[in-house]
């Protein structure tokens, strides 16, 4: 696409897919809640990059926005999984070592390294990035965005479903340009998600085995992290046969539904719930051994409750463990990934079922919805 610069401001005209209102109703190709169209994009602050968008993959936490169970200030640009060439470098994030023609991958919670929550080693959230996703805004409050004069919201510092975005630096990870665009994307939120669910907040150990339950593109991402440790048995859980035949193909001990495996009498020292919904956060929580720990990182409504027994926490010794952004420090662990990926131990291409262009976008929506997808990947 082509990118007009206006010699002034610096501000380019790009093509993004902004939301503009939230609950728009099923199906989305006709209600088409995201808007495909003209934006102004500011040039970057000092601490700021200008990213030419190369891959956007399309997570269930987009979703989320779209269908209102997770609300967020609109209008807003949406994607937070995305992966761009570096086109032009605020002087304090060119300080920071990046430089024009780097390949980023962006992080969806923003990490200042300083604050109480950046002090735990990945384990809370930083606490002025959660503020500024929680507005909307980069991090440090700006807004880059305009569409016919009215800003637009950042989602989750990145807004990655357009040609270009600018990301402040601590948004951007740079990974080798030998890693494909679409892989790179994914690494951003899916691999991150579900691979530090297990290495992170799961600390998996050898001879454990794992059972992952949701298999999308989060749920899958921890899969193939836990067959890359070759510590024990992994197993899938999900109420789709698609799904459940892709983790066997990827190496899945077993694949089995939500009741399959209940009847089973299965069970693991680390459970993993990744389908961001109350039911599967039971189904994980009922899966997992005595002493062992159920690590959630999905992200149902607000409204949303689980039954579990405190008698059992009690008597079989159990732990619960939350865990955003894969309870991770970006900038350590996207280039392991990336490492273990050049390494062919981490097939991430798999997570990806389809390229799509920005057009289809309210299409992908209903496609996950309806669990037709891993991910989806935009290529621009
Ligand atoms: N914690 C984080 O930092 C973080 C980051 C990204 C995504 N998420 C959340 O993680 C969740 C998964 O994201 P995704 O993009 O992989 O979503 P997805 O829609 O691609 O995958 C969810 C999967 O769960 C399955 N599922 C639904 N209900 C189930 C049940 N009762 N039992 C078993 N399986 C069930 C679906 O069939 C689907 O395969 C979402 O809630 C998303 O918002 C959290
Ligand atoms: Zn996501
Ligand atoms: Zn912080």
Known sequence: MTVTSDADSGARRITGAVLGELGRPRPFRSS??????????DAPGPDELLVRIEAAGVCHSDL????????????MLLGHEAAGIVERVGT???????????????????????????????VMPCTPGSAANAAGTLFGGAIRLRRDG???????????FATHAVVDRRSAVVVGRDIPADVAAVLGCAVLTGGGAVVNA????????????GLGGVGMAALITAISLEHGRVIGVDGVPAKLDRARELGASRALTPEAAAASGLRAPLVIEAAGHPRAF????ALTAPGGRTVTVGLPSAAALARVSPLTITAEARTIVGSYLGSAVPSRDIPRYAELWRAGRLPVEA???SHISLDEVNHAMDTLADGGAIRQVIRF
């Open 202 to 213: 799961g600390a998996a150990r050898p001879g454990q085995d794992i059972i992952v339950v």
């Open 64 to 75: 989320s926005v779209v269908d209102g169970n997770r609300p967020r200030p609109v209008p």
């Open 150 to 160: 009215v800003p637009v919201h950042h989602h989750l510092g990145v807004s990655g």
């Open 32 to 41: 088409a809640p995201l808007v495909i169209g003209e934006l102004e994009l």
């Open 92 to 122: 304090a994030a060119s300080a920071a070592g990046f430089a024009a023609g780097d390949r980023i991958v962006t992080a969806f919670l923003p990490r200042c390294g300083a604050c109480d929550g950046c002090r735990t080693d990945g």
């Open 282 to 285: 039971e189904t994980a929580f």
């Open 351 to 353: 997570l990806i079922s």
